[in-house]
């Protein structure tokens, strides 16, 4: 048989149970939403990153398709490399078999 | 003792939990304050403080030939503006920008009587270059002044091959939009669809979340079917051609001859596409689909096709050439070389015009009128280009009594260098009136152009290809020759009306003849000096052909000497 100070001493310490129970609950609650908030900050850099990739990209793919500018190109190959256009009797037709040869 | 002890402890405890308690509850009913009565208010005050709702603008789409190579492409450039706080400053301001960034006199006009009349937002350029956005930054930089530079995020469109294909192309506003060619025809699928997002700050102003409100929808990518390398060395050579002949101008239209794609489609002069809108709009004009002209001789592929296939003469029936003066009503027709008598052949390779007339009488108003029309004359082709022309091809009614001998070679109508090229790729294609093309995909889907119809039997396509192989071997076409390949073409010179000495040369054909795999039609307007197709078309046909007879790997059959086996 529990005495009336032993009874009030069991339901104070419940109280407390309950209580730090609740403070916990309430700082993971925080440190959930937190968290979250974090990761919105990382997604937002993530994102931000993504699209400066992304833009990089097509900034590289158009300083490609100028630098293969056949304008550009033609001209380093003729006046920097000395090449020159072909003239008709100097292509020669290579056979595969003797097939295709005839 | 210990009695004593438990109950100051649980005293303690108790307070303890009743500030705890308290404490809890004074949280609790600030937090039913502020989410609950307070609600709608803090909403509104953290939703003006953190959140904000921009437009997402979608990048234009890229465009592409149909090697996958890049022929227009949007790229983020910076855009600088002017505070204007104070006159006196945005003057010394824009006098420093102007020594790092070029203006047009006009732009500086603009810019001084914007700052003199006081305006507090002035564009100062529009789509920086990378250099001049650097040079501008350091100048922002050093600025002290009440007045202030600050720059704003744009697309700016790049042609990475500079003027070539400009006038399939097109160009593009200040705003991205499509204002002519590919880039207006497809305006709405390049440019997508712009969206709204809202961005959530905190109060360092870092973003932590983002809603989109609306789905921007990005702009699609587009194939053509040109091949940037055919149309680099065609206008090339029709640069070299139409400045050799002082030429007003000129065009090249090229068509696979086996789908009726467009390989290439130049015109001359040309324009930088990413200058549109400084360019003179005669300059941007797209001959090869809105320069109407006569077609002269090269009509006669039509007439002779028209007339084989109706049955109204052999290749070998002679016609009298009236010694190259032929009276027709009050109006008389002459040959450029008289002839007594010439075949049905010998008219074409020839290009006797009196000959023409006389198929032309024999075939009649009416079914040369069917034909024709059969020929998609007189109407657009329905290519993917804006401001396509539909030639003129007057109804019978309208005709007057030479109307018949003058259409038969090639005059009283108007055509564009498309349609003749169409007109020629039917004999190529095996008699199938094609449907000329540019795009080849757009997003994945490839471009279905229909059914061909088909106009002309194999029998008259043969027979058309031998006398057109003959104009080309020994006819007026002789300067087109390649060596080592059969090319099947017609010339064609026609005066202007209206002009004194002022005619357009054009020359039309396809390659290798007995399998066609290239049509082209070449037309130079208004050359000085010598002015004949086969003069001053011919060799340009010629010179192109010689180019793309190796590009596209057609080797001619060449002398043993140039052969070896692997």
């Known amino acids: 048989m529990k005495t009336k100070g032993e009874k009030k001493q069991v339901s104070g310490t419940v109280w407390l149970m309950v209580s730090i129970i609740l403070f916990l609950f309430l700082v993971g609650y925080l440190g959930l939403n937190l968290s979250g908030v974090n990761y919105g900050y990382e997604l937002q850099e993530l994102a931000a990153y993504e699209k400066t990739l992304l833009e990089d990209i097509h900034r590289l793919e158009a300083k490609r398709a100028s630098l293969l500018n056949l304008e550009r190109v033609e001209k380093t190959v003729i006046e920097k490399l000395g090449y020159q256009y072909p003239e008709p009797d100097q292509i020669i037709k290579a056979f595969e078999d003797e097939d295709e040869e005839k | ?566």
């Not at chain 2, 990005?218 to 091949?227: A, F, M, R, S």
């Not at chain 2, 009196?354 to 032309?360: F, L, M, R, T, V």
């Not at chain 2, 994945?444 to 290809?465: A, D, Q």
């Not at chain 2, 086969?534 to 010689?546: H, K, M, N, T």
Request: with cysteine.
């Open chain 2, 1 to 566: 003792m210990r009695r004593k002890v438990d109950n100051s402890l649980h005293k303690r405890v108790f307070t303890l939990f009743v500030f705890f308690f308290l404490w809890m509850l004074f949280i609790f009913g600030s937090l039913v304050r502020v989410q609950v009565f307070n609600y709608g208010k803090n909403v509104a005050r953290v939703q003006a403080q953190s959140n904000r709702t921009f437009t997402m603008n979608p990048q234009r789409g890229t465009i592409y030939d149909s090697k996958g190579d890049v022929l227009a492409i949007s790229v983020k450039a910076k855009s600088a503006f002017l505070s204007n706080k104070n006159s006196v400053h945005s003057m010394a301001l824009f006098n420093s920008v102007r020594k790092r960034a070029s203006f047009t006199w006009k732009q500086v006009k603009d810019i001084r009587n914007r700052i003199r009349k006081g305006d507090k937002f002035i564009w100062l350029k529009r789509k920086l270059s990378d250099a001049e956005h650097e040079r501008l930054e350091v100048l922002k930089e050093k600025n002290h002044s009440e007045s202030d530079i600050d720059f704003i995020e744009e697309y700016k469109r790049i042609y990475p091959n500079g003027s070539t294909a400009s006038h399939i192309l097109g160009g593009v506003g200040v705003d991205e939009q499509g204002l002519a060619g590919i880039e207006y025809q497809f305006d709405g699928t390049i440019k997508g669809r712009s969206g709204k997002a809202r961005v959530l700050r905190d109060a360092r102003r870092r973003a932590f979340s983002l809603e989109v409100l609306t789905p921007a929808r990005p702009g699609k990518d587009v194939y053509l079917t040109i091949d940037s390398s055919i149309q680099f060395f065609v206008e090339k050579e029709l640069q070299k051609h139409v400045k050799k002949f002082k030429a007003k101008g000129g065009t090249v239209v090229v068509l696979d001859a086996r789908e009726g794609a467009v390989l290439a489609m130049a015109s001359y002069p040309n324009y930088p596409p990413d200058k549109f809108g400084r360019i003179a709009a005669g300059l941007t004009r797209n001959r090869a689909v809105s320069f109407n002209y006569h077609p002269g001789s090269t009509f006669k592929v039509v007439l002779g096709s028209i007339a084989l296939e109706k049955n109204v003469c052999s290749p070998q029936r002679e016609f009298n050439c009236h010694n190259g003066r032929y009276k027709v009503r009050d109006r008389v027709i002459t040959d450029v070389h008289p002839y007594s008598k010439l075949s049905f052949e010998g008219i074409i390779v020839h290009s006797s015009n009196i000959g023409a007339a006389k198929i032309g009488e024999r075939i009649g108003k009416k079914r040369l009128f069917n034909g024709v029309k059969a020929f998609g004359f007189g109407r657009r082709s329905g290519i993917q280009l804006p401001g396509e022309e539909a030639g003129i091809l007057n109804p019978i009614k309208k005709w007057s009594g030479v109307s018949l001998a003058f259409l038969s070679y090639g005059y009283e109508m108007a055509v564009t260098p498309l349609q003749m090229a169409r007109a020629f790729n039917v004999v190529a294609s095996g008699g199938y009136l094609m449907k000329p093309y540019l795009l080849n995909k757009i997003d994945g889907v490839f471009y279905n152009p229909g059914e061909h119809e088909k106009i002309l039997s194999r029998g008259t396509v043969t027979r058309m290809t031998a006398i057109m192989k003959e104009v080309v071997d020994a006819g007026t076409g002789k300067a087109a020759r390649v060596a080592g390949i059969d090319i099947a073409g017609k010339t064609g010179t026609s005066k202007k009306i209206r002009k004194i000495r002022k005619y357009v040369s054009s020359f039309g054909g396809f390659f290798p003849a007995e399998n066609p795999r290239v049509t082209m039609f070449v037309v130079i307007d208004e050359p000085k000096g010598v002015y004949y197709g086969g003069d001053v078309a011919a060799p340009l046909f010629r010179s192109i052909a010689e180019r793309l007879l190796i590009y596209l790997r057609i080797f001619p059959e060449l002398d043993r000497r140039n052969s070896i086996r692997l």
